[in-house]
Every structure is written in C-alpha cells, then in structure tokens.
C-alpha cells in the first residue's frame, strides 16, 4: 500500500515536496524520478519483499512503474511469464506486474486480481497508462488540462502541484440526493477520479479511458469462491490481523482462517455510552461469544466513537477525505487503525464490502418488497410521535411514494429526499445537471443495475472511507469479500436469491450459521456510529446555525429551510440528526476548499 503521484508539467523539486504530504501513506520509503518531461513520484509502506530492490517508482529502461495495492495473483503470473523466459530480480509484486506490463501492454490489466491503482510509463512511445481495480479499493485522482496532466492518490498532493481546485455547483446537488457524489466525480470540478475497472491511455496531450474485463477468474460455487478470495489475500512479509466485529462478515473471514496461529484477530470495544446510544447490542460481547464458540483468541482496541466536540470531529473528518462525502465512520474507522499500527500490525483484512455486493443492507429489502410497505404504508404514522422514529419513517413514507426507483433507492440511502433537496436548493436546475449513468430514466431497477450503482456510489464511497481512514494510520487493509472472483459470483448469478424470504445477504448467512450459530447470525449489528443524536444536543441550535453561517453554504441552499429543519429537529417535533449533519460536513467542506 503506498501512495504515487507523477505530472508532466511540474519540476522535479515540486512533486518531491508534494509527495511528502502522502508520507503516511508510505513512511517506509519516498523517491522522486524524471523521465523526458514527466516526474513520477512514490511512497511505499513495505508490504511484500521488503528489500530496497523492490522500491519504486520502478524503472528500467524506456519504462517506468509507479504503483499502490497489492496484486493477489501475482506468484501465477510470475510462474506464466517465466515459463517464457522472462527473469526476475526480486520476490515482489511490484516486479511482476512491471515485467507483465512491458509483455504485453494494455492486454496485461485484464489478467489481474487485486486492489490497485497504478501508472505505467513508456518513454519511447511517451505513452502513460492508468488503470484501477474492478472495485476502485485504492484511488487514483487526475487532472487533464488541454496537453498538462497530474495524477495521485490524494487531492491534496494534486493541489500542491499547483492545481486550482473548482468546486463543481452540481455536485452539491448530487451530494444532498446522495450523501456522496458518485464516481468518477470528487466535488471539483477539474479533479476527477479513474473509475474503477477502467485504464486511460495519456498520448499525444488526449486521454482515453476504456472498460476492461477481468478474464482470470472462473464462477465456483460460493464457499470455494470465498475460500480462493481469502488465501489469495494472505501473501504478506508483515504481520496481518484480522478485524473482527462478530457480524457475518467478518465472521465468515475468520471461519476460514482460525486454524492459522499466525493471524492476530482483534476486536473493538467502545465506551458503554456510546453502545447504549446505539440501542443494540454490543459488538464486542458478540464478537467474544462466537471467540469461545469457537475457540479462538481475540484481543480488543479501545475507542471512542468520537474525538472531541462535533465540529472538531467533522473538521478532521472533512480535512482528511478531501472528497464531498459526508460518513460519521470515518473518525473510529481511523482510530481502530491506529491502535492497531501502534500493536505492531500493519496489513489489516476486513469484511467489508459484502453488504454492497450480496444486498446485506435492509434498502434492498425494501427495493423487493415495496409491494408490501405499500399495504403498511397507513401504520406509519403511529411511529411518527416518537422523534427517534421520524427520520426512519419520514425515509420510508417518501419511498413508497417515489415512482422513479432510482430516486426511491437513494431515499433509502440518503438522509434527504427528492423534494427535500428541491426545497434547499437555491437553484433547483441543479438538479438536472446530476449524472446518474442513465439509471434515473429507467422504469425499474434490476439486479445487475443495484450492483453496479452500489459499485459506482454507496460502495465506491465505503471505499474511499476505508482507503483514507486506515492509510492515514499508515495500515493496508485488505477487503477479501471484495475480489474479482465474488464479483463474478455476483453477476453471473444476477443477485438472485440474495434477499430470499425477507433475509438478506440470504447465501452468506446461511454459510455463516455453523461457525456463529442462528442467534449470532441474525443479531442487530451496532456497527461504527458515533452517538450523533447526543453530540448534536451538546451543539445546539445558536451554535449550529452560527456555525453554517460562517461557510459559503448559503450560496447553494436557502437559509430559510435550513433554519426550518434546525428549529423542527430542537424542539423535538422531528429528528433530523443525520441531516444536519450532512449539512455540517458540506458547509466544513466548503469552508475548507472555497478558502484555499
């Protein structure tokens, strides 16, 4: 895991000072090189064949190689492309997938699993390759300007090349629809990101973006699919831990790996406030009773869901996710992951992504059973007199009233609802310059179009959560639920069956259940929540608006709404917690790149 960065419009003393921003990404090793008129830029955290040999940027002759993530296939390949005749010098992943890439070009990307973003130069043609993974696990930001370009896996090191951030108007729009903005989109306008599984060819000053498909992976059934995603995600020279929460996921990572003495499985314990704010079930005693069920030792990390007051949290959180994107998770997400560098681990597996892929969430559900809530639609309001309840069933009452899918779903996602966003919106025409990929004019949403619009939203957005929490800890961490081999499960199957009689992610609980047990399998998950409701109460009211109003956000919504949801949420007629604060987080976001 590391972080790369490369222009060709930059000196070699510019990119040496940007690239010291992404040190966390990288303590291990940093090395700045030029070829022609491009500088290309690398730090590495060290994860597999630890020698110097291995550092980057890799380069040997016309060509060059700057890279982050890991490739898991990489000892096949090195077997396929000796069998050619084709030498190496070291025992790392980086190697291989130089040596493939000067093989075969282009062609090599679609024989690849992994997580990755890299950038592969060729000085005799002054042809630059990127390409990500199917998932975009790790990211990779560009700027294309007329015949300049600049790429790298973190804005903030674009912006110290010297490149103007401009926030995109439509994607405050897109950002109050969604929480997020979608892939490829980061909230500027000159700043996007490769989507994933895509590569761009840079020639001639145009870039090209094309598709590619992973052709190296067959569709077994699925606990053989899982079992090859797992080991293939072992290879490391450092210690690996696993993060154990004692939901399904994670517990289907550790069914398959408690008999290996060396993986250290760790689990999370909160501050017992913030657990009974959470009114569920502590994570942490789950996790230890499926440890003894099973035989399994666990250690914990201590945390606090949250740093300080709200406004600090969410100055960092925002600070650090240089993207318009608004999730309370990312601030434990982070601390887990420190406490974890700081016990001597350094590549962490989690099971994250399986929700997204295997329709875990209760959002899909509800897409299936909207015929149902329909019948129980006149219920609703008996929960309306409780303000805890207000911000499940105002979501739920505008679902099924949503004719268009693709709005309902992201009802369902989002803590704002179509004709709410309608309302703060200083210019609603805004709304018709969202890009959703076409899947708004659809009539309905079928099980191939939820997976690909979790792919390019409400996954690719976990993504970057996960990618910019644990790397600011200096961690890799590693998604074995997310590979090319699941993906493929997924598709080829069409999701069908993934919610089956009201259970969701229906096949992996049902592998789940010999190594949890029944009750553990369907146990309500707590998960990373902050105790929002409780530190949006210490605010206030004078200081919520107070605050707001020291941002630009009034440039983009109307202060009469806002105020009216403010005063609506702390009189106690309707909790509009989440809301609030995607508005804090905008108008901190805001604050933070219009003043810079």
């Not at 950038?119 to 930001?141: C, Q, T």
């Not at 797992?230 to 994670?250: M, W």
Request: with cysteine.
């Amino acid at each position: 895991m590391c972080g790369i960065l490369g222009s060709n419009f930059s000196k070699e003393s510019v990119v040496d000072s940007a690239l010291s921003t992404m040190t966390h990404r990288g303590p291990d090793y940093g090395n700045v090189i030029s070829k022609n008129k491009w500088v290309f830029g690398h730090r590495r955290l060290a994860i597999i064949d630890l020698n110097r040999e291995s550092n980057q940027p890799f380069t040997e002759g016309p060509y060059t190689l700057t890279f982050n993530g890991e490739i898991y296939n990489f000892k096949e390949i090195r077997t396929e492309l000796e069998e050619e005749g084709i030498s190496f010098k070291t025992d790392s992943d980086t190697e291989v997938l130089f040596r493939l890439m000067v093989h075969k070009g282009e062609k090599a990307i679609a024989s690849l699993r992994g997580m990755f973003a890299f950038v592969f130069y060729d000085e005799e043609l002054d042809r630059l390759l990127l390409a990500r993974d199917s998932f975009g696990i790790k990211p990779l930001y560009y700027y294309h300007l007329d015949g300049s370009i600049c790429f790298g896996s973190t804005i903030t090191a674009l912006k110290e090349l010297g490149v103007k951030t401009i926030v995109d108007d439509s994607a405050i729009a897109e950002f109050l629809v969604c929480g997020f903005v979608n892939e490829p989109r980061t909230g500027f306008q000159n700043i996007k990101k490769l989507p994933p599984q895509t590569y761009a060819v840079f020639s001639d000053g145009t870039l090209t973006i094309r598709e590619y498909k992973c052709t190296n992976v067959t569709s077994k059934n699925l606990r053989e699919s899982l079992k090859m995603s797992i080991q293939e995600q072992l290879n490391s020279d450092v210690p690996v831990g696993l993060f154990f929460s004692g939901g399904v996921d994670s517990s289907l990572l550790l069914s398959f790996l408690f008999d290996k003495d060396d993986i250290d499985v760790v689990t999370v314990r909160e501050k017992r406030e913030a657990e009974k704010a959470a009114g569920k079930s502590s994570d942490y005693n789950a996790a230890q009773e499926i440890a003894a069920r099973n035989n399994v030792k666990i250690s914990y990390l201590d945390i606090d869901s949250h740093k300080g007051k709200l406004l600090e949290d969410i100055a960092f959180i925002m600070e650090n996710i240089e993207e318009l994107i608004a999730d309370h998770t990312f601030l434990p997400s982070y601390q887990m992951s420190a406490n974890f560098r700081r016990n001597g681990k350094i590549v962490a597996l989690s099971g994250m992504g399986a929700d997204e892929l295997f329709f875990g969430y209760n959002r899909f559900r509800a897409l299936k059973y909207k015929w149902l809530l329909n019948l129980l639609s006149p219920f609703l309001s008996i929960l309306d007199s409780h303000p805890y309840w207000t911000k499940k069933t105002d979501r739920l009452r505008y679902f099924i009233l949503e004719k268009n899918p693709f709005f309902a779903y992201y009802s369902l996602v989002s803590p704002f609802n179509l004709n709410e966003v309608r309302n703060l919106l200083k210019n609603e025409n805004e709304l018709n310059r969202i890009e959703f990929f076409g899947y708004d004019k659809k009539a309905r949403l079928t099980n191939a179009d939820l997976l690909e619009i979790e792919r390019m939203g409400f996954l690719a957005h976990n993504l970057t959560v996960a990618d910019k929490s644990s790397m600011l800890a200096s961690i890799e961490l590693r998604v074995p639920l997310l590979s090319e081999i699941l993906l493929e499960y997924a598709r080829s199957r069409r999701a069908k069956g993934f919610v089956f009689m009201g259970i969701t992610k229906a096949p992996l609980k049902v592998l789940a259940i010999g190594f949890m047990g029944l009750k553990s399998v369907f146990r309500a998950k707590r998960g990373f929540n902050p105790i929002l409701d409780t530190l949006l109460d210490e605010l206030g009211e004078e200081q919520l608006l107070k605050e707001l109003n020291l941002s630009p956000i009034f440039n983009y919504i109307t202060k009469e709404e806002t105020t009216k949801i403010a005063r609506e949420h702390f009189a106690g007629r309707k909790n509009h917690t989440y809301k609030i604060y995607n508005l804090l987080c905008l108008a901190k976001w805001l604050q933070i790149n219009l003043d810079k």
